[in-house]
């Protein structure tokens, strides 16, 4: 019998000493591939990551609907700050209009990524990133100097960091259609 390992589990590769040339040639649909400081980054997303970035799009696409806020998705759109840094976010969107780059980023860091994926979206100027880690997300605001963590979404204005890791949570291993029911409660 072939064993693949757990399906519900990310993968990680990671390959040092690599070029911004070799990190743009990279063609991997199905993967979130990160570039910074010779550091190239493959994630194949398990069940369980893809689930928790359902949650979170769920959410957010509740909320705007509520709200009359207009979305423009940026799910796993590389993002490259040219010759430095590349990033595939699990869920990013524009608010309001249509923008060269995402407003809001989110990582779901279940067996990698950490408070770096932060360095990489300051460089790419995300004004927003959630990062969703042990059964919790954190929202950072970007200033002057870098990421300050805050509680409350700068673009989903009502919307606090204790509000979504709760409702993540209580939809978790059930249908991504809960995330409406639960933001109602």
Not at 32 to 55: A, W
Not at 169 to 183: A, I, R, T
């Amino acid at each position: 019998m072939l064993t693949i390992g757990n399906p519900k589990s990310d993968r990680i590769t990671t390959t040092t000493n690599t070029t911004w040339s070799e990190y743009i040639a990279l063609d991997l649909p199905s993967k979130r591939v990160s570039f910074r400081n010779g550091v190239i980054t493959i994630v194949s997303p398990g069940r369980n990551h893809e689930m928790i970035g359902d949650y979170i799009r769920g959410i957010i696409w509740t909320y705007c609907r509520k709200n009359s806020l207009l979305l423009f998705p940026y799910n796993q759109t590389t993002l490259r700050h040219e010759g430095q840094e590349g990033k595939e976010p699990d869920v990013a969107y524009c608010f309001g209009t249509d923008k060269k780059k995402p407003d809001l980023a989110a990582e779901i860091n279940l067996t990698s990524g950490s408070i770096d994926d932060l360095t990489k979206y300051k460089y790419l100027q995300i004004p927003e990133v959630w990062l969703w880690e042990k059964n919790r997300i954190k929202f950072f605001s970007l200033d002057p100097v870098g990421y300050v963590e805050s509680t409350v979404s700068n673009y989903l204005l009502d919307l606090t960091s204790d509000r979504v890791t709760e409702i993540v949570n209580n939809c978790f291993g059930k249908s991504v259609l809960e995330v409406e029911k639960y933001f109602e409660q």
